[in-house]
């Protein structure tokens, strides 16, 4: 899956035959099933629509493998302003790989969707909840997915599905677990930071990090991507 400068998420790939028949099958089921009276779409777009439904009542079922401690969903960020506006009014919300799309479809997500409340102080970043447990809860990582946006070692793009939230300040050591002193880092670099001596920084004020060796010496090129 690509998306495309306009917008658009164009799909390709190859099946084995059965694989192919099987992925068929549930297509045909599902346009053959759901087709109302009139309908004037395409062969091709019936077949887009298909397989966006399928994985639609996959993810409502709720029997899909968790993800970092979550249910697989769709999650769009927007503003409490964007998001509370008339129709019409300018404003935009963010999906985490399709990129942006319009307030108002933001608002017909909505309509049938958990809203969940990340509040942000004066410089933009999200606030944080102290040290009241270890583990990350679900609230503090999607406000540092929000601000980090995939992994923060030096030249990795890892998307937030491939990481694990870090505690800078390590919280056996007294940090706390918050917005503050997490960072989301996906595992072969979450494994270079705790065993291989390399430290990640965030520069005060900012959602922008620095990566350093354990020389000391920043890291400012591309040490290696995600492993698939």
Do not use: K
């Not at 004037?40 to 887009?48: C, I, L, N």
């Not at 009542?57 to 503003?79: C, F, K, M, T, W």
């Amino acid at each position: 899956m690509a998306r495309s400068s306009g917008g658009r998420v164009y799909t390709s790939g190859h099946l084995d035959p059965v694989g192919a028949e099987t992925v068929h099958a549930a297509l045909e089921a599902v346009m053959n099933g759901y087709r109302p009276a009139g309908d004037h779409r395409s062969h091709a777009e019936r077949m887009g629509d298909a397989l966006v439904e399928l994985c639609r009542q996959s993810l409502n079922a709720g029997r899909l493998p968790e993800v970092r401690g979550q249910s697989p969903h769709v999650r769009v960020a927007i503003d409490l302003l964007a998001l509370c506006a008339h129709r019409g009014t300018p404003g935009f919300g963010e999906l985490p790989f399709a990129g942006p799309i319009s307030a108002e479809t933001a608002r017909r997500i909505a309509c049938d969707a958990g809203v969940s409340r990340i509040i942000v102080g004066p410089n933009s970043l999200p606030l944080d909840v102290g040290r009241e447990q270890r583990l990350f809860p679900v609230g503090i990582r999607r406000a540092i997915e929000q601000r980090d946006r995939h992994c923060v070692f030096a030249g990795c793009t890892a998307p937030p599905a491939w990481c694990d939230v870090h505690h800078v300040d390590h919280w056996a050591w007294g940090g706390e677990t918050s917005c503050e002193t997490g960072a989301l880092v996906c595992e072969h670099h979450h494994t270079a930071v705790h065993e291989g001596g390399f430290r990640v920084v965030r520069e005060a004020g900012t959602a922008a990090w620095h990566t350093y060796r354990p020389d000391g010496s920043e890291v400012t090129v591309r040490v290696r991507g995600p492993a698939p």
